[in-house]
């Protein structure tokens, strides 16, 4: 998924980094705000649920 993302953004997004947590998280961070917690919503994104929350990030 992070290749996905990088290929599409790779203009906007400089770096993205696979950070191992606990409790099963998968947090996406654009410029430090966090985009999507599977946490907080409990399940994971798809991929065109993210492609979203990347773009609005990176556009705002």
Known sequence: MTE???????R??????LVPGDRGAFEVS???AVVFSKLK???FPSIGEL???V????QG
């Open 4 to 10: 996905k993302i990088l290929k599409e953004f790779h």
């Open 51 to 53: 492609r979203a929350a």
């Open 30 to 32: 654009i410029n430090g």
């Open 12 to 17: 906007t997004v400089g770096k993205a980094s």
């Open 55 to 58: 773009r609005a990030a990176t």
């Open 41 to 43: 919503e409990g399940r």
